[in-house]
């Protein structure tokens, strides 16, 4: 199975069997990276971890670390509002149909689970928003799409995948 | 005074109307009260006035009466003393008079005090020209000297009855701690003494038993009586009136007002007198400022010198009203004006120097101020004054001032100005910067009336521009005209805008330019050049946005139009920047690009014979829907047929390494040249920096000449742009940022990030660092 190491601050995470890297973009806006995962088999299904390449505002960062800093808890429609910066897409309604937004442990460190779909081009979608710095403003993000069928399928073990996260 | 001739022909019909047989026609009850109440009302309200004005005006052009008007008929009552028509017509006539008496009162006072106030009057000519007795007494005698005059009658002594009349009105003993009836009587008494007095002067001939008199004394006399009676308040009716129609012209109520007005509280509420004072200190504060202004409810504590104003915000306490009048009488007096010619004369020599010099000025002027309004505040003096001053020296620059900043901010702001004007520029006020300019308050109202009913935070976005305080009248001024002329409901936009969200996005980023934000768009220079452009010419930006919102399109310095296309100015869909961020991004990138008619060699198409190209060949576009990546804007080349993207121009190898919209140092100074001008050099420094001691000199010298923000170049891997996060890197970095202020002194630059950041404190070794290609360790490239 494949492993990804050190990308931000992700040390490792264990790609489930049969995924492998696909194509990367670095660079494209000040820092940013974005690096795919996928099979060959099911070119629909795709895994990413994203890093926009600019910090989100000091406002939204700090808003987005005191969200991270309580208890894991699903996000009121308030809270998600005071982060849209940090969410991005998955909080523009016109773009995206949020179904759930909710602070969950992932490997002893609390991250953002986001699910919902992109109506327009049919896709399920999981993102994971994590604290990639020291302020909340630096925003990593592990981005699990596909269409629906093959995203229900394969969601076990993109969430195995997940569990298997090391922090740096 | 009103007059009472005995019947002449004019009223004869009147006289008949009044008779019993016209009684028993039908409306004979109003005939009576109009020939006995409105017609002597009439005359004495409009008409007399009226007439007196034109004839003095025409006596004066050596014309005859040739625009008089005839006054309305009124019963004759000389045969009827006391009788209901008389008692009537006196009431009217005291009802008709009070108020023109009490106007040419209020202005032979308002003459008076312009006049004492021009010619910086003091002692007893000053208090004579602030006596409002007195006011009333000559406007009494020179609106009764222009009065059309009777035979026998001359306008000299017409004027003299009357101002003995009012004379008597003003000086006669009423007894304040009297009944309101006690009061009123005291009153009607005086004033039927001067009438007596008015008939004496003017017709002294009337109590001659030879001759046969025309005036109805009796009917003179009781409406003396009444006007006495309802002066006092007609005079307070006015003054009120006056002071409110003042205080929103923003031109204050004279002090003497203030002080009684807040003494007395009699009508504290209505124009925000919100201090108190003992009599001693009243005296005091009215002897030595007796010329000055106040304008109670403004905005923040301050001394307008122009206006000789001092403004002061609600509750302001007894020490800021001292504190404040103290700045005023060291302006007149030029206290600090040695100070600032010393200063100057170090100019030349040495900036630091001039620096220190004028901060001290300007702290040992707010010292003394505060030690002074601290004295008359406590009268039984300071206790230790030496140690107040020198707690006051470490305090007084950190101190907030009105505006929020700290005064070593305002004075640093202050100085810039001094050493642009080479040492002529003079402090305007300490230090709100109040704006008072009327057409500011106009375009204001305006604005916020077109926005208010759908944009509940309106008023807070005006006041926030207003209280800009680096920002000048004019330029607060042209924002606002920009925002109401796309806000104006009579244009048809290109499309539907959400207009009033993009002028509170404006307004909102004059207002604070560090919300300018490129988004997730490869716009880092605009957008640092947006953010330069709102911090020095806001006007600018509020003029492109205007010209955009209006018509969808933008006229250069150098007379070019600029063409958007639609989908340039219809809001973006992922938010990640705000719609004016967009606008004027997308415009200034299509300002460098719709202008070129040749490109860069590394451009070059190699289809042919040169690299020339048409004007507006080259757009900035926003790419039809793409649900994966919303907002897209490409290069697109109109020169070619098909359209295609600007990048298939790029080698292949460039390809990579280039990215739309190909801005560069070059690009960001044209840009500049087009929206802003190019009088103040260029916005950005070179791409690669010579050296540190090059880039300390560089921002040291447009610090000092107040030429910042400047855009640099960085590599944007570097660690102090990374707020933490870790590798990977990418293997191209570049970025632009504005250095918006440095400090010579610890050579610590602040830097705006438009990614939406204020980096503070970055050194110049740094700075210059990041300037610098990052290297990339190896071990960092992992995948």
Same mark, same amino acid.
């Given at each position: 199975m494949a492993v990804i190491e050190n990308i931000g601050r992700i040390k490792r995470m264990t790609l489930p069997a049969g995924w492998t890297p696909t194509r990367q973009v670095l660079g494209q806006f000040g820092n940013s990276y974005l690096y795919h995962y996928g099979r060959s088999d099911t070119p629909e299904l795709q895994l990413s971890i994203f890093y926009r390449g600019m910090n989100v505002s000091s406002l939204s960062g700090k808003t987005f670390e005191r969200i991270l800093k309580k208890e894991p808890h699903e996000l009121s429609p308030e809270a998600i509002l005071s982060i849209t910066e940090v969410l991005g897409s998955c909080a523009q309604p016109d773009l995206y149909d949020l179904d759930r937004a909710s602070s969950k442990s992932l490997s002893d460190s609390n991250v953002i689970d986001v699910e919902g779909r992109f109506p327009e081009v049919g896709l399920e979608n999981r993102t994971i928003f994590i604290n990639g710095g020291n302020d909340g403003c630096a925003v990593l993000e592990i981005i699990f799409s596909a269409p629906k069928k093959v995203f229900l399928k394969h969601a076990p073990e993109i969430e195995r995948c997940l569990q298997s996260i090391e922090w740096k | 005074m009103p007059r009472?001739?005995?019947?002449?022909?004019?009223?004869?019909?009147?006289?008949?109307?009044?008779?019993?047989?016209?009684?028993?026609?039908?409306?004979?009850?109003?005939?009576?009260?109009?020939?006995?109440?409105?017609?002597?009302?009439?005359?004495? =309200?409009?008409?007399?006035?009226?007439?007196?004005?034109?004839?003095?005006?025409?006596?004066?052009a050596r014309q005859s009466s040739l625009h008089r008007i005839e006054p309305l008929s009124v019963p004759d009552t000389s045969g009827k003393p006391f009788s209901s028509e008389m008692v009537s017509q006196s009431v009217a006539c005291a009802v008709g008079s009070v108020g023109p008496y009490a106007l040419a009162g209020m202005l032979a006072g308002n003459t008076m005090r312009c006049a004492g106030a021009a010619l910086k009057t003091e002692g007893a000519i000053a208090t004579f020209a602030q006596n409002e007795k007195v006011a009333q007494i000559v406007g009494a005698g020179v609106y009764d000297g222009m009065k059309e005059t009777r035979q026998g009658e001359s306008h000299l002594r017409n004027g003299i009855a009357g101002a003995a009349n009012f004379a008597v009105l003003e000086y006669s003993h009423v007894d304040p701690r009297a009944s309101l009836i006690g009061r009123s009587l005291d009153r009607f008494t005086s004033g039927f003494v001067g009438s007596l007095t008015h008939v004496a002067i003017s017709r002294p001939d009337v109590f001659s038993v030879k001759s046969p008199s025309d005036i109805n004394i009796s009917s003179s006399v009781l409406t003396g009586g009444f006007i006495n009676v309802l002066l006092p308040g007609t005079q307070q009716g006015l003054r009120m009136l006056q002071e409110k129609a003042s205080l929103r012209m923003g031109r204050g109520i004279p002090i003497d007002r203030y002080l009684e007005s807040s003494s007395s509280y009699a009508n504290a509420e209505a124009i925000g007198a919100g201090a108190a004072f003992t009599a001693a200190t009243t005296n005091k504060l009215f002897e030595q400022n007796r010329w000055a202004r106040i304008e109670p409810?403004?905005?923040?504590?301050?001394? =307008?010198?122009?206006?000789?104003?001092?403004?002061?915000?609600?509750?302001?306490?007894?020490?800021?009203?001292?504190?404040?009048?103290?700045?005023?009488?060291?302006?007149?007096?030029?206290?600090?004006?040695?100070?600032?010619v010393q200063a100057a004369a170090y100019l030349n020599k040495d900036v630091n120097r001039a620096w220190q010099t004028y901060a001290q000025v300007r702290r040992a002027q707010e010292i003394r101020a505060e030690i002074a309004s601290r004295q008359e505040a406590n009268s039984s003096g300071l206790t230790n004054k030496a140690e107040l001053v020198d707690e006051l020296k470490k305090t007084i620059p950190m101190a907030r001032s009105a505006g929020g900043d700290s005064y070593i901010h305002l004075w640093r702001r202050e100085f810039q100005e001094f050493l642009r004007t080479s040492g002529k520029f003079r402090p305007e006020a300490d230090y709100s910067q109040c704006r008072f300019n009327k057409e500011i308050r106009d375009e204001a109202n305006k604005l916020y009336v077109r926005l208010a009913g759908r944009q509940p935070k309106a008023g807070n976005a005006i006041d926030d521009v207003i209280e800009r305080h680096s920002l000048n009248d004019e330029q607060v001024l042209s924002v606002f005209k920009h925002v109401n002329e796309f806000l104006k409901p009579k244009y048809n936009n290109v499309v539907q805008l959400p207009l009033p969200f993009l002028a509170m996005q404006?307004?909102?980023?004059?207002?604070?330019?560090?919300?300018?934000?490129?988004?997730?768009?490869?716009?880092?220079?605009p957008a640092a050049l947006e953010y330069a452009t709102y911090v020095k010419h806001p006007e600018n930006a509020a003029s492109l946005i205007s010209q955009v919102a209006l018509s969808g399109k933008y006229k250069s310095a150098d007379g070019t139009s600029i063409i958007l296309d639609l989908l340039n100015v219809i809001p973006e869909r992922t938010k990640t920047r705000s719609f004016a961020n967009q606008l004027f991004q997308t415009t200034s990138v299509n300002v460098h690009w719709q202008r070129k008619t040749s490109l860069e060699p590394w451009l070059y198409a190699g289809d042919g014979i040169d690299n020339s190209i048409m004007a507006g060949a080259i757009r900035y576009e926003r790419q039809p829907h793409n649900p994966f990546i919303p907002d897209l804007y490409r290069l697109m080349d109109y020169s070619k047929k098909p359209v295609e993207p600007l990048q298939d121009r790029l080698a292949p190898e460039l390809r990579n390494d280039l990215a739309d919209p190909l801005m560069d140092c070059d690009s960001l100074n044209d840009i500049n040249g087009q929206i802003n001008g190019s009088a103040h050099g260029d916005i950005a420094l070179p791409w690669d920096l010579n050296s540190q001691q090059v880039?300390?000199?560089?921002?040291?010298?447009?610090?000092?000449?107040?030429?910042?923000?400047?855009?640099?170049?960085?590599?944007?891997?570097?660690?102090?742009?990374?707020?933490?996060?870790?590798?990977?890197?990418?293997?191209?970095?570049?970025?632009?940022?504005?250095?918006?202020g440095y400090d010579p002194a610890t050579k610590t630059a602040s830097i705006f990030n438009p990614w939406g950041h204020i980096l503070n404190g970055v050194s110049t070794r740094d700075l210059y660092k990041a300037n610098k290609e990052f290297k990339i360790s190896s071990e960092n490239k992992s995948l």
């Amino acid at each position: 199975m494949a492993v990804i190491e050190n990308i931000g601050r992700i040390k490792r995470m264990t790609l489930p069997a049969g995924w492998t890297p696909t194509r990367q973009v670095l660079g494209q806006f000040g820092n940013s990276y974005l690096y795919h995962y996928g099979r060959s088999d099911t070119p629909e299904l795709q895994l990413s971890i994203f890093y926009r390449g600019m910090n989100v505002s000091s406002l939204s960062g700090k808003t987005f670390e005191r969200i991270l800093k309580k208890e894991p808890h699903e996000l009121s429609p308030e809270a998600i509002l005071s982060i849209t910066e940090v969410l991005g897409s998955c909080a523009q309604p016109d773009l995206y149909d949020l179904d759930r937004a909710s602070s969950k442990s992932l490997s002893d460190s609390n991250v953002i689970d986001v699910e919902g779909r992109f109506p327009e081009v049919g896709l399920e979608n999981r993102t994971i928003f994590i604290n990639g710095g020291n302020d909340g403003c630096a925003v990593l993000e592990i981005i699990f799409s596909a269409p629906k069928k093959v995203f229900l399928k394969h969601a076990p073990e993109i969430e195995r995948c997940l569990q298997s996260i090391e922090w740096k | 005074m009103p007059r009472f001739e005995k019947s002449d022909n004019k009223t004869n019909d009147a006289v008949g109307a009044s008779d019993g047989s016209a009684c028993d026609k039908s409306g004979a009850g109003f005939d009576w009260f109009g020939a006995n109440f409105v017609n002597p009302l009439v005359n004495t =309200l409009c008409v007399e006035p009226a007439n007196a004005i034109t004839q003095t005006v025409e006596r004066a052009a050596r014309q005859s009466s040739l625009h008089r008007i005839e006054p309305l008929s009124v019963p004759d009552t000389s045969g009827k003393p006391f009788s209901s028509e008389m008692v009537s017509q006196s009431v009217a006539c005291a009802v008709g008079s009070v108020g023109p008496y009490a106007l040419a009162g209020m202005l032979a006072g308002n003459t008076m005090r312009c006049a004492g106030a021009a010619l910086k009057t003091e002692g007893a000519i000053a208090t004579f020209a602030q006596n409002e007795k007195v006011a009333q007494i000559v406007g009494a005698g020179v609106y009764d000297g222009m009065k059309e005059t009777r035979q026998g009658e001359s306008h000299l002594r017409n004027g003299i009855a009357g101002a003995a009349n009012f004379a008597v009105l003003e000086y006669s003993h009423v007894d304040p701690r009297a009944s309101l009836i006690g009061r009123s009587l005291d009153r009607f008494t005086s004033g039927f003494v001067g009438s007596l007095t008015h008939v004496a002067i003017s017709r002294p001939d009337v109590f001659s038993v030879k001759s046969p008199s025309d005036i109805n004394i009796s009917s003179s006399v009781l409406t003396g009586g009444f006007i006495n009676v309802l002066l006092p308040g007609t005079q307070q009716g006015l003054r009120m009136l006056q002071e409110k129609a003042s205080l929103r012209m923003g031109r204050g109520i004279p002090i003497d007002r203030y002080l009684e007005s807040s003494s007395s509280y009699a009508n504290a509420e209505a124009i925000g007198a919100g201090a108190a004072f003992t009599a001693a200190t009243t005296n005091k504060l009215f002897e030595q400022n007796r010329w000055a202004r106040i304008e109670p409810n403004s905005k923040f504590d301050c001394y =307008l010198p122009k206006r000789d104003m001092v403004s002061l915000s609600t509750g302001s306490s007894r020490e800021t009203i001292l504190h404040e009048l103290h700045h005023r009488t060291e302006a007149l007096a030029g206290i600090a004006e040695p100070g600032f010619v010393q200063a100057a004369a170090y100019l030349n020599k040495d900036v630091n120097r001039a620096w220190q010099t004028y901060a001290q000025v300007r702290r040992a002027q707010e010292i003394r101020a505060e030690i002074a309004s601290r004295q008359e505040a406590n009268s039984s003096g300071l206790t230790n004054k030496a140690e107040l001053v020198d707690e006051l020296k470490k305090t007084i620059p950190m101190a907030r001032s009105a505006g929020g900043d700290s005064y070593i901010h305002l004075w640093r702001r202050e100085f810039q100005e001094f050493l642009r004007t080479s040492g002529k520029f003079r402090p305007e006020a300490d230090y709100s910067q109040c704006r008072f300019n009327k057409e500011i308050r106009d375009e204001a109202n305006k604005l916020y009336v077109r926005l208010a009913g759908r944009q509940p935070k309106a008023g807070n976005a005006i006041d926030d521009v207003i209280e800009r305080h680096s920002l000048n009248d004019e330029q607060v001024l042209s924002v606002f005209k920009h925002v109401n002329e796309f806000l104006k409901p009579k244009y048809n936009n290109v499309v539907q805008l959400p207009l009033p969200f993009l002028a509170m996005q404006t307004l909102r980023l004059v207002a604070r330019p560090e919300k300018v934000k490129q988004g997730f768009h490869p716009t880092c220079g605009p957008a640092a050049l947006e953010y330069a452009t709102y911090v020095k010419h806001p006007e600018n930006a509020a003029s492109l946005i205007s010209q955009v919102a209006l018509s969808g399109k933008y006229k250069s310095a150098d007379g070019t139009s600029i063409i958007l296309d639609l989908l340039n100015v219809i809001p973006e869909r992922t938010k990640t920047r705000s719609f004016a961020n967009q606008l004027f991004q997308t415009t200034s990138v299509n300002v460098h690009w719709q202008r070129k008619t040749s490109l860069e060699p590394w451009l070059y198409a190699g289809d042919g014979i040169d690299n020339s190209i048409m004007a507006g060949a080259i757009r900035y576009e926003r790419q039809p829907h793409n649900p994966f990546i919303p907002d897209l804007y490409r290069l697109m080349d109109y020169s070619k047929k098909p359209v295609e993207p600007l990048q298939d121009r790029l080698a292949p190898e460039l390809r990579n390494d280039l990215a739309d919209p190909l801005m560069d140092c070059d690009s960001l100074n044209d840009i500049n040249g087009q929206i802003n001008g190019s009088a103040h050099g260029d916005i950005a420094l070179p791409w690669d920096l010579n050296s540190q001691q090059v880039l300390e000199r560089t921002l040291r010298e447009r610090h000092l000449t107040d030429r910042l923000p400047v855009l640099t170049v960085i590599d944007c891997r570097h660690p102090l742009f990374r707020h933490g996060m870790e590798e990977p890197l990418p293997d191209v970095g570049w970025h632009i940022v504005a250095v918006r202020g440095y400090d010579p002194a610890t050579k610590t630059a602040s830097i705006f990030n438009p990614w939406g950041h204020i980096l503070n404190g970055v050194s110049t070794r740094d700075l210059y660092k990041a300037n610098k290609e990052f290297k990339i360790s190896s071990e960092n490239k992992s995948l």
